[in-house]
Nanobody, 126 residues
Framework: QVQLRESGGGSVQAGGSLRLSCVYS??????????IGWFRQAPGKDREFVAA????????YYSDSAKGRFAVSRDNAKNTVFLEMNRLKSDDTAVYYC?????????????????WGQGTQVIVSS
């Protein structure tokens, strides 16, 4: 069974930091060879791309809003991808999801992602 599970969300004041984790596991798909993406959905808004990294972690990609504040990394030995979020703003309040693309390759389009976690809530208060 494909499984991605996020954790690390919570409430934080503006300017603070949070570190999200995404643990992946599956007996059929070896996600060590997949890019992993992070998306978020704020109340009343569409889900949007935040960041992604290649299977090796050597290549990273960020939305304009995440660039310079967020950092994505992975530890394949622990089947875990991280999203370090710094200088958080109230606009970062959302449910954050990690996902794996159906063709293993990074994409900013959520339609390219077949495997999703349940999400973790991040609330940033000003």
């Amino acid at each position: 069974q494909v499984q991605l599970r996020e954790s690390g969300g919570g409430s934080v004041q503006a300017g603070g930091s949070l570190r999200l984790s995404c643990v992946y596991s599956d007996r059929t798909f070896d996600f060590d060879w997949y890019a992993i993406g992070w998306f978020r959905q704020a109340p009343g808004k569409d889900r949007e791309f935040v960041a992604a990294l290649s299977w090796s972690g050597a290549n990273t990609y960020y939305s304009d809003s995440a660039k310079g504040r967020f950092a994505v990394s992975r530890d394949n030995a622990k089947n875990t991808v991280f999203l370090e979020m710094n200088r958080l703003k109230s606009d970062d309040t959302a449910v954050y999801y990690c996902a794996a693309p159906k063709n293993k390759v990074y994409s900013t389009s959520q339609s390219e992602y077949s495997f999703w976690g349940q999400g973790t809530q991040v609330i940033v208060s000003s």
